[in-house]
């Protein structure tokens, strides 16, 4: 009888890790952790810049690198759901609008791959996606206080500026993720990796 050690396999376990990845539970639950991690990220660097849209490199990166790597249709519209759910919980601090506004670039994201699947390696357009993508959110602000009574202090001298800053923070923050997956696709793939059969 074969006595055991109580160690780990590190093939074993890895299997285990990769099994839970491969299922739909698993990417499902890859995606949430990463739309908290985005919403988290905003409370973390509260404050650090004056500047409308900043939070749009980590976002977008992090939007763009979901919908990249995972084979779910709407991974980046996954991705914000959660981060929309993590905003309404009390004492978090985020406003009323924050769910509708988190779950605007996933969307987007999602809609750009669904509709141009031929673009879906390019570089440019994988850009454009995540700066249209953040873009909606001054939009949907500017949208929200055109119907409503709510007043947000980024469109307090109009749509223009932080609509600028909200473009220029999403494409960059797409170029890392589109550069980031064209570097991983050069070295085996990382969807090959965490998906192979």
């Known amino acids: 009888m074969q006595e055991s050690t109580g160690v780990s396999h590190p093939r074993s376990s890895s299997s285990a890790i990769e099994s839970f990845a491969r299922s739909r539970q698993g990417e ?67 406003g009323s609008s924050a769910p509708l506004l988190y779950l605007l670039p996933g969307l987007v994201v999602d809609l750009g791959y669904r509709f141009a699947p031929q673009w879906r390696t390019s570089i440019l357009f994988l850009t454009a996606l995540a700066a249209l993508g953040y873009g909606a959110k001054p939009l949907g602000r500017w949208l929200i206080a055109a119907v409503s009574d709510a007043h947000f202090g980024s469109l307090a001298h109009g749509l223009a500026y932080p609509l600028f800053s909200h473009l220029v923070f999403g494409l960059l923050g797409g170029l890392v993720a589109a550069w980031g997956w064209r570097a991983a696709r050069g070295h085996g793939g990382i969807r090959d990796r965490i998906f192979r059969k």
């Open 28 to 94: 499902v639950a890859l995606l949430i952790g990463l739309g908290i991690l985005l919403a988290a990220s905003h409370l973390i660097s509260r404050g650090s810049l004056h500047l409308p849209g900043h939070h749009g490199v980590v976002d977008m990166a992090i939007l763009l690198a979901a919908r990249q790597i995972m084979r779910h249709p709407w991974s980046a519209t996954l991705a914000s759901i959660a981060a929309a759910g993590f905003a309404v919980i009390p004492g978090t601090g985020f």
